[in-house]
């Protein structure tokens, strides 16, 4: 073993020890790509103390070392754009392999964090016509939903899943299109649809936008079959 690789595998003893006692945040996970771990990229370069590359759009082009191409990040719905553990090693830092809590160890040189894959789970308001997704302590979407008609929308505690679809048709309104559909309660799915008012307007689903940031294909592509869902009234 040559001095250098020592010094590499030392180095990287040391980082992994201060990783320990470093910050431990919550990551983002998705149900169309089981077993990876996201981020927002302004935390992993405020955490890594790295530098970042910008293009006119905000947009990062540039991870450290790693160059991006428009769409290689994913983003919340907000625009926050998201990295994942495999980029950030691809970019540099010393990945450790997810361990049996489900964390993950990151570090950079002097610099590390534990990546923690929390539990999801969903509020429903209907009188606030309001969805929220959380995993763990973090608020990952926020949006506006319409929901049934003359309290045609069951309150109550529920599972994602277990069916979903990129595009469902209604058996029951004449094969509407129901693109984005995550099942809650026998025939109430959550799902994206082009009309979403402030204020019940569906036969008894929870309606989310296709526009602005596209909530209903974001939470399809989040959410995880049997994350809980609650759907209160007040």
């Known amino acids: 073993m040559t001095m250098r690789s020592s010094f590499l595998i030392l180095l990287g003893f040391w980082n992994f020890v201060s990783v320990g006692l470093a910050s431990t945040l919550d990551a983002i996970t998705f149900a169309t790509v089981p077993g990876k771990l996201f981020m927002p990229v302004h935390e992993a370069i405020d955490e890594l103390d790295w530098e970042i590359v910008r293009d006119a759009q905000c947009h990062v082009t540039r991870l450290n070392t790693l160059e991006l191409r428009p769409g290689m990040l994913r983003q919340l719905v907000d625009g926050t754009e998201l990295v994942s553990t495999e980029q950030l090693a691809t970019a540099g830092a010393v990945v450790a392999a997810m361990n049996a809590e489900g964390e ?23 009188k606030n016509q309001r969805l929220k997704g959380w995993q763990g302590e973090r608020l990952v979407l926020e949006t506006k939903i319409s ?6 929308t069951p309150a109550g505690k529920f599972h994602a899943g277990p069916y979903r679809s990129k595009l469902h048709f209604s058996s029951l309104y004449n094969n509407a299109p129901m693109p984005w559909s995550v099942q809650l309660h026998r025939h109430i799915f959550i799902h994206g ?18 526009t602005s940031g596209n909530p209903a294909r974001f939470f399809y592509e989040w959410v995880l079959s ?8 007040d």
Request: hydrophobic share 35%.
């Open 193 to 210: 649809f082009s009309s979403v008012p402030d204020y019940p307007a569906s036969h008894g689903c929870i309606r989310m936008p296709l």
């Open 226 to 233: 049997g994350t809980p869902v609650s759907v209160t009234k």
């Open 104 to 126: 993950v160890k990151v570090g950079g040189f002097f610099h590390g964090f534990t990546l923690r894959a929390g539990a999801q789970r969903v509020e429903v308001s209907l």
């Open 147 to 152: 929901s049934g008609r003359n309290g045609a």
